[in-house]
C-alpha cells in the first residue's frame, strides 16, 4: 500500500460501511488503533463514530506497565490531545479517563476470510481481549492481507468481521 499516496489511503476507509455501524448499534464506546505506516487508516472512522454519538478511545501505555488500556479521546479532530507513547506512537494524555470499550477495531498483519488474525508479534491485542469482555471485534485492513490460513495458537481470538476496501468479511464463529 506504500505506493498509495497517505491521503488517497485515508479516504478508502474514510467511513464504516452501514453494515459495521448496524452492527455497533448499541455499543457506545469504541477501541481503535491510530494507524502508523501502511496500516489500513482509522482516523476517518474515529471522526465518524465521534460526529455521530459514539465516544472514541485509543490504546494507551503507562510507563511502568506493560499491559495495554485504552483511554477516551474526547474529539477525533484534535490531535493535541495526544501524546507520543511506546514507540513514539500517539496516544490519550495520563489524564485522558481509562476506558474498556464495548467493541474493538484491531490492526492486522494478515487475516484469513474466516476471521483468524496476525498482528504485529506484540500480543496487546491478544492479551487485551483475553482479559475483557469484549462484544465485537472488526479487523481493518487491505484486500491483499487476505490469506488462506494462518498458524492459530489457543490465545487467538477470531475475529466478528474484517473491513477491507471492496468488503466485509464476516466470521463463522
Known sequence: ??????GVRALILNRPPAAIVEALNGKRVLGFYLATGDEAPTLGWMRWFHENGW??????????QAEMEFAIWENPHDEEALEPGMMGIAQPHSNAPATVPDALIVPLVAFTAEGHRLGQGGGHYDRWLAANSVDFAIGLGWDVQCVESLPIEPHDRQLDAVVTPTRVYWSKS
Open 1 to 6: 500500500m506504500a505506493e498509495i499516496p497517505a
Open 55 to 64: 465516544q472514541v478511545a485509543l490504546p494507551r501505555f503507562i510507563a511502568g
